[in-house]
Each structure stands twice: as structure tokens, then as C-alpha cells.
T-cell receptor, first 114, second 113 residues
Framework: DAGVIQSPRHEVTEMGQEVTLRCKPISGHDYLFWYRQTMMRGLELLIYFNNNVPIDDSGMPEDRFSAKMPNASFSTLKIQPSEPRDSAVYFC????????????FGEGSRLTVL | GENVEQHPSTLSVQEGDSAVIKCTYSDSASNYFPWYKQELGKGPQLIIDIRSNVGEKKDQRIAVTLNKTAKHFSLHITETQPEDSAVYFCAALYPSSGDKLTFGTGTRLAVRP
């Protein structure tokens, strides 16, 4: 398996633009997670899905952020409108189970909002 | 609340020496403690984990110890090599928060050749 695949790897955009990050989890994994990594706050869980259903979105910073999982092999994280403070590396991860067990991370999408 | 403190934030060692990274957690009900290694430009990758029913686990040059009474756990890397240079994250599972995995803030390890 190719692992978790994220795109784009790098995104530079201007404040106010819409940003869409994409993720393909490992086939057969029932859980998908979106994390944000910054120097100040480390790795923060934004939202996670179980069998394509959003379970906990309490980590989503505000209404400008939204995430969808239309099927088992694809998820998106959208920021609209983007702001400079959204600049971070966004990771998607998938796993077989919630809690105990390995999280498989993608290589991340580095977002820079000017 | 869910909190994981990790120290030190940076660590530099000579190749061949040992490195130790320490973490503390706040909930005595926490029962799972993984360690992830993040290389430059990559996502974190699990390197070792420990459950609350054991005090120590080893895998070649890496080991993790757990002190449930004190609510802290440590990562030990022996005979360090340049390829061990990376950022290391500890994490703790919080059953009281719906099995939320909370990460520490990371330790940047540099191994000097």
C-alpha cells in the first residue's frame, strides 16, 4: 500500500482565498484524522471520521474550517476564507481503530497564507 | 484536562551516547503511550508504544519506561546514530475524553557525528 496520500504538498495563497487540502487514507482503515502542526501549538487534532462520518470536530478552530469525507477513500479539509494565522502543516492520518493502535500519517500539506 | 508535557524541547548528543526524553500526563486513567518520530519533511511515524499494564518495553536501541504512580514515561535511545536525528513526540490516550490521543510538544534531537 502507498500509505496515506496528501495533496498538495505545498500551498501558498493570499488572505481571503479558499484552500482545499486532500487526503487518501490507507485502504481498509476505518478512521481518518486531520491534524494541524505549528511551532506554537504542536500537533492539534482538528476532526476525525469513523466510516466516513464526522465524530468529533471540537478541534476545528472556527467556522472557516470544514471537512468532508464523501467516501472511504477521500477526504477534504477546506478553509474559506483563509487567514495568515492558518499557516501551518496539515496532516491527515488513518488507522484501523480509535485509541490504541498506530496512526499512519501522510507527509503533510504545508500551507502559507500571505 | 488533557495535557502532555514533554522535555527537553531540544537535545544534542554525541554519536554513540544515549538520549532520554521525558513526558508527563495528567489523567491516571490514561492507558496507552506511543512515541512518534518525525523526520524533516515527513509525517510522524510510530516507533514504539507501551500500555499501562507494563513498566518497560524495548525494541533494539530504543526503550520506553512508564511510571504510573508518578504519571510519567520516558523514551531512551542508546548508541545514538546520525539517522536518529529527528523530532520525537510522546502521546497519551485519554479514555475520559473519548479516547483522545494528546501529543506532547516535541523534542528536536540532534546527533553529532
Amino acid at each position: 500500500d502507498a500509505g496515506v496520500i496528501q495533496s498538495p504538498r505545498h500551498e501558498v495563497t493570499e488572505m481571503g482565498q479558499e484552500v482545499t487540502l486532500r487526503c487518501k487514507p490507507i485502504s481498509g482503515h476505518d478512521y481518518l484524522f486531520w491534524y494541524r502542526q505549528t511551532m506554537m501549538r504542536g500537533l492539534e487534532l482538528l476532526i476525525y471520521f469513523n466510516n466516513n462520518v464526522p465524530i468529533d470536530d471540537s478541534g476545528m478552530p472556527e467556522d472557516r474550517f470544514s471537512a468532508k469525507m464523501p467516501n472511504a477513500s477521500f477526504s477534504t479539509l477546506k478553509i474559506q476564507p483563509s487567514e495568515p494565522r492558518d499557516s501551518a502543516v496539515y496532516f491527515c492520518a488513518s488507522s484501523l481503530a480509535r485509541g490504541v493502535g498506530e496512526l499512519f500519517f501522510g507527509e503533510g500539506s504545508r500551507l502559507t497564507v500571505l | 484536562g488533557e495535557n502532555v508535557e514533554q522535555h527537553p524541547s531540544t537535545l544534542s548528543v554525541q554519536e554513540g551516547d544515549s538520549a532520554v526524553i521525558k513526558c508527563t500526563y495528567s489523567d491516571s486513567a490514561s492507558n496507552y503511550f506511543p512515541w512518534y518520530k518525525q523526520e524533516l519533511g515527513k509525517g510522524p511515524q510510530l516507533i514504539i508504544d507501551i500500555r499501562s499494564n507494563v513498566g518497560e518495553k524495548k525494541d533494539q536501541r530504543i526503550a520506553v519506561t512508564l511510571n504510573k504512580t508518578a504519571k510519567h514515561f520516558s523514551l531512551h535511545i542508546t548508541e545514538t546514530q546520525p539517522e536518529d536525528s529527528a523530532v520525537y513526540f510522546c502521546a497519551a490516550l485519554y479514555p475520559s475524553s473519548g479516547d483522545k490521543l494528546t501529543f506532547g510538544t516535541g523534542t528536536r534531537l540532534a546527533v553529532r557525528p
